[in-house]
C-alpha cells in the first residue's frame, strides 16, 4: 500500500518532535497528542499569526477564562441538551463507534448525523453494519453526551464540565467585557484555549483530538447598524463559496465571486461575517496554502448548529480531501438571550433604544491549522524532505554551522550563534556530521536559512548562506548579516539579495 | 477596617480588566478566575519573560504534552497515593474545609500537613475547633485525593485525572526528548500549562487557585558529572537564604551570601539547581520585585515532597507575609525510576556505563507570579493608581491622545496611533474625557507612556511625551519617534532622554 502524504507528515513529525501520539510509554490513548520543541514553537507562531490577523485592534479584547465550568453554563447555553454524538457498542467486544461514522464508511453518504436519531437507526440495520474489530452484532444507538465530566470541590463536589469549545467564556463575561469596551458596538471578544471533547472513537490523529486548541472571537454588533468599518481590506478579494442553495441543488462546484459581491448577493448574510470570511483567506494564505486550495462551504439547515442563522465552514484542501480549519457562524442574538436570566442581554442605541446584540463568530482549530501548514510545507525533493513552512512561522529561523569542528571555526560560528540569539532569532548551531547532513536536517525541519562559517571566513569575514527552498548558496561579509537577514525576515529581501551568488560544481 | 492592599489590587483589578472571579453571572465559583484583556496580554508577556530567562537555549526543549492524563500516570508517578489533603466535613451544614488549615487559623501553627494524619486530628479535638460558618461540629479528618477525576470515552470511558502539574508531561516523553536532543545530556524540557487542583476550600482568589498555569522545566544531568556550564552567569549573585538547619534551629532570620558560596558550604546541593535559583532571582527582579523583597526558604524533610532531596521555596514578600512563587526541588532519580517499568530510565555514559538522570526542576505559578507583578507595581499617589508594571512587561506600552477632538487633532493622532502599531508596539487610542482623565486612565492600567497631540504639533510637527511613573512631559519631534521609542522600551533611554522637558504652571 503506498504511503500517503499524511503517513509521511506523520512519520516526520515524530522523528523531528513536532508531534507525536501522548502516553506511548503506557500504550497510548487517541485523540491526544504531545508537541516537541519545534512544534511548541510552530504552534506559537500560528497563533501569533492568528493575532495579527484579527486580534490586534483596539476594542477586541482578549480574555482566558476557565477550562472547568459548573454545570449551570452548560445547560444555560444548549450544551448539556445538543453535545452530542450517536453511538453504537458492539454487544459482542463492547467497543464503541459513532453510528454515522459507520454508516459513512459503508455506503459513501456524507453529512448522516444531520439525518437525525431515526433515520441513523435504519440505515445501521439496512445496511446490516457490523463491529469493524470483531464484526459482532451492533446495538441501537444512543445518544451521548460528549462533554468531559468531573466535580468542581474534592469533597461534595459540584458536577462540572469541561468546555467543548471557548465561546461560552466569552458570552458569559459579555457584560464585564462590555464595561471594559466602554459601553460601545461592535466590540469583540477574543479567545484562545484549550478544550475538551469526549469523542466516542476518534480517529485521524490530529484532524480529531480529544484534547486541543481553539482560537476564536465573538463580535457584537447591532443588528440594525451591521455595517463594518474595515469592509474595504478584503471587499475585492476574491474567494469561493459553495452555498446552502447549491448545496441544497446538489452543487458543489464553487462559485468564484468577491467578499464585496457575496454580500450584495445575499450570499452572506451579515457585513460583519463577510469581513472575517476575507480575513480568515488571508490568514490561511499566510500559513501557506494558496487560495486555490481553500473553499467557503455552507451548512444546510438541518447541518448547522442548533444556534447559528449562516454558517460557512472554512476549508482547506490536502491530499485526502476537504478540511474544516475554521467555522464561521452568524450565532444572531441566540447565546445573549440563553444566558439572559442570569446577565442583562440588552444594550442602549443612542437614541435610547434597547437591543440585543447579534454575533458572529470566526472559529479555529489551531492543531488543524498546524497540519494544514506542514502538509502544505511538505515538498520530497530527490531524498530530501523539505518543509517549506513561511518564514515568519518556522520554528527555527537560522542555522549556525562551522564547515568542520577544527582549526578555530567552532569558535567564530558561537560567535555568530550567539549574536543572532541576542538579535532575537531563533537559532539552532550545529556541528554534529557533514555539512550536507546538517543542510538536510535544516529542510526537513523547516529552517528557511543556514548560515555556515568555512576556511575564508577569517580572511573576507564573510560567510556562506544557503536557503531551504532553492538550496541557493550566497556569500555575505558578516557585518551585513544584521541588515540583511531584518530584510529577509521581514519579507523584503530574497535570498538573492543577501549576498554574492555562489556557483556550485 | 482599613483596606488591605490585597483588596485594593482585587478592586483594582476587576474594574480594569486584568482578573475577576469567573462564573460571576452564575453565583460565581471560588478558586476559578478570567483575565481580561489586558490581564491577558500582561501574563502572556511574564511568560515571555520567563522564555528569555530560562527556555531560550539550545537543548531546552519546550514541549506540549496534554492536560488530560490516563489513571496510568499518576498511579506510576505518585499522585495517585501521594496527592491528596486532610478533610473534614460539618456534620450540620455539610461544608467541608482543610483540616490543617483551620488548625493554623486558630492556633498560628505553621505548617500542620506535615506533623500527619494523627497529629491532625488530636490538634483538631484538642483546640475544639468548630465549622468556621456555622459553629457546627466537624468530622474526624480524612485523607482525600485532590485531582479533578473524569473518564476518558465517552461510553465505557477509562479513568483519568487532570493533571496537578506538568511535569510528569516532560517526565513520561523523556526517551523521545532524549532523542531529540541527540542523546547529550544536560538537557532540559521545558512546558507551560494548565493544571488543576480540586482544593477542597480555596480561598485568597489569586494565590490558591483551583485551575492555574505552571511555568517550568526538568534538567536532566549526570549525577557524576553535575556541573552547569553557565554558572558564572550568577555565581557572584547575592541572595538570601533560609536552610533546612536553620529552620531545625527555629533560625527563619536568613543568612546572606551568594550562588557560588552557597554551592560551596553545600547550603544548595548540586549546581544546576543552584544556577536556577540564581537565574530565578534576576526573573523575579524583572518583574519588578527588588531583590530586599525575595528569599529562599527551604523545606525541612518532612514537609518536602515524597520525590525530593532539597528543596527550596523561592519568596516573594506581599502586604500580608511571604508568598510562595517558585519551588527549586532536586527531585534525583526518583521521577525516571517511577516510571522505569514503562520506560528506559538509563541512559549511556561515554564511557560505557549506564545510569539513571538526575533532575533538577525550577517551577513557576504563572497567577501568582502575575498577582505578585501587580502588588509590586501599584502606588497609591495622592488619589491617583499607579501600576509601575516594568516596560518590557506593560499590557499597553503606548496611549495615543488628541488633546481634543476637534480641530483636525483627530487625524493626525489616529496617524501616530496607526504608525506605532504598525511598528509592533502595543498602543491604546483615547480620546474620551479630559486629558487628565485619560492619563489617569494610562497611569491606573501601567501604560507607561502617553503621546499627545495638540495645537502646537501642526507647526512645529512634535509631540508631547509623558510618563506614568515621574509624570514628566517632553517634547519630541514627529520624525524621532521610531527611534526614541525603540530606545525607551529597550531600556536604553528614559524620559527625559526623549525630547526637551516641558516645565509645567
Known sequence: MPQTLYDTITALAKRRGLYYPSFEIYGGQSGFVTYGDPGTKLKRNIETQWRTHFTNRQNILEIEAPLINPAKVFEASGHIDNFKEHSTTCTQCNRSYRADHLIEEKTGLENVEAQGAEAIQSLLREHKIKCPRCGGPLQDPTLILTMFQTEIGAVNGETAYARPETAQGMFTNFRRAYLHAREKLPFAIAQKGKVLRNEISP????????????????????????????????ADQPVKLITEKMLEEGNTEPIETTIHQALQDNLILTPWQAYFMGVSQRFITSLG?????????????????????????????????????????????????????????????????????????????????????????????????????????????????????????????????????????????????????????????????????????????????????????????????????????????????????????
Chains 1, 2 share one sequence.
Open 203 to 234: 480517529r485521524r490523529g490530529m484532524t480529531r483530538l480529544r484534547e486541543f486548541t481553539i482560537i476564536e472571537m465573538e463580535l457584537f454588533f447591532d443588528p440594525e447598524n451591521p455595517d463594518c468599518p474595515y469592509m474595504d481590506e478584503v
Open 289 to 505: 496554502v494558496p487560495p486555490e486550495k481553500q473553499r467557503f462551504r455552507a451548512h444546510l439547515p438541518d447541518e448547522r448548529a442548533h444556534y447559528s442563522a449562516q454558517t460557512y465552514d472554512h476549508e482547506a484542501l490536502l491530499e485526502w480531501g476537504w478540511l474544516e480549519v475554521a467555522g464561521h457562524a452568524y450565532r444572531t442574538d441566540y447565546d445573549l438571550k440563553a444566558h439572559a436570566e442570569a446577565q442583562e442581554p440588552t444594550v442602549l442605541r443612542q437614541d435610547g433604544t434597547r437591543y440585543v446584540p447579534h454575533v458572529v463568530e470566526p472559529s479555529f482549530g489551531l492543531d488543524r491549522l498546524f497540519y494544514v501548514t506542514l502538509e502544505n510545507a511538505y515538498e520530497r525533493r530527490g531524498k530530501r524532505n523539505i518543509l517549506r513552512i513561511p518564514r515568519s512561522l518556522a520554528p527555527t529561523q537560522i542555522q549556525v554551522n562551522p564547515l568542520v569542528t577544527r582549526d578555530g571555526l567552532t569558535g567564530k560560528a558561537r560567535e555568530i550563534h550567539a549574536a543572532l540569539q541576542e538579535a532575537g532569532y531563533t537559532t539552532q548551531y550545529d556541528e554534529s556530521g557533514s555539512i550536507g547532513r546538517r543542510y538536510a536536517r535544516a529542510d526537513e525541519i523547516g529552517t528557511p536559512l543556514s548560515i555556515t562559517i568555512d576556511y575564508d571566513t577569517q580572511d573576507d569575514q564573510a560567510v556562506t548562506i544557503r536557503d531551504r527552498d532553492t538550496w541557493t548558496q550566497v556569500r555575505t561579509p558578516i557585518q551585513e548579516l544584521p541588515d540583511k537577514l531584518q530584510g529577509y525576515f521581514s519579507g523584503r529581501l530574497e535570498i538573492l539579495d543577501l549576498g554574492e551568488k555562489i556557483e556550485r560544481d
